[in-house]
């Protein structure tokens, strides 16, 4: 069983378009998070859901939007896409505020053309 | 700001060499410090963390890591490396409950590409 699972794996899309990726986990667990890995490899987070109430949000454009439709989901939406959005973003899940660790998804490839 | 700086972005070595990868933090509150790796096409996984007692952790496939405080400093170490080792370290940081948290920062990585 995938502990983090998101879809898709591989997603390539046009400027302008809107989409969205999806993050499950069957942990338990009570917080999730968004990250963005850029092409240097660079990690940052973009959210943190706590019980699905917004907890950090840090800096990411308002064509970001995150829902949690409950505290096993975590799903992004991404409005009017831009070159500089290709990355590889990636959903995480803690037992609280990620004190302990963080369980990762595959991640999901996005190439904006 | 907090931050997480890791010292080495490329590290190249032989099967057998040891292995000493740097990383600082700029928080001076209490902190959880941990160690990620990212092998090639996969996902991030935890190979160790620091939380408090001894600041000497052992990790998983014979890595390890030493907290120094006075340094803000967490290097992970392994003393002999194989070629399977190759992937992508992450040192991060978190702070203690109470006191924030629900935010794990990640320094830059470091590709370490072990030769067989």
């Known amino acids: 069983d995938t502990a983090v699972s998101q879809t898709p794996k591989y997603l390539v899309t046009q400027m302008g378009n809107d989409k969205s990726i999806k993050c499950e986990q069957n942990?338990?667990?009570?917080?999730m998070y968004w990250y963005k890995q850029d092409s240097k490899k660079f990690l940052k987070i973009m959210f943190s859901?706590?019980?699905?109430?917004?907890?950090i949000n840090e800096t990411v454009p308002n064509r970001f939007s995150p829902k949690s439709p409950d505290k096993a989901h975590l799903n992004l939406h991404i409005n009017s896409l831009e070159l500089g959005d290709s990355a590889v973003y990636f959903c995480?899940?803690?037992?609280?505020?990620?004190?302990?660790?963080?369980?990762f998804g595959s991640g999901t490839q996005l190439s904006v053309l | 700001a907090q931050s997480v700086s890791q010292h080495n972005h490329h590290v190249i070595l032989s099967e057998a060499a040891s292995l000493e990868l740097g990383c600082n933090y700029s928080?001076?509150?209490?902190?959880?410090l941990f160690w990620y790796v990212q092998y090639p096409g996969q996902h991030l996984q935890l190979l160790l963390k620091y939380f408090s007692g001894d600041p000497l952790v052992k990790g998983i496939k014979g890595f390890e890591a030493e907290f120094i405080k006075s340094k803000f400093s967490f290097n992970l170490r392994k003393p002999s490396v194989q070629w399977s080792d190759t992937a992508e370290y992450f040192c991060?940081?978190?702070?203690?409950?109470?006191?924030?948290?629900?935010?794990?920062?990640f320094g830059a990585g470091t590709r370490l590409f072990v030769k067989a």
């Open positions: 995480a899940s803690s037992q609280g505020g990620g004190f302990e660790k963080l369980f």
């Open positions: 942990l338990g667990h009570d917080t």
């Open positions: 928080y001076g509150g209490t902190v959880n």
């Open positions: 991060a940081v978190n702070r203690s409950p109470g006191t924030g948290g629900f935010k794990t920062i």
């Open positions: 859901y706590n019980n699905k109430e917004l907890i």
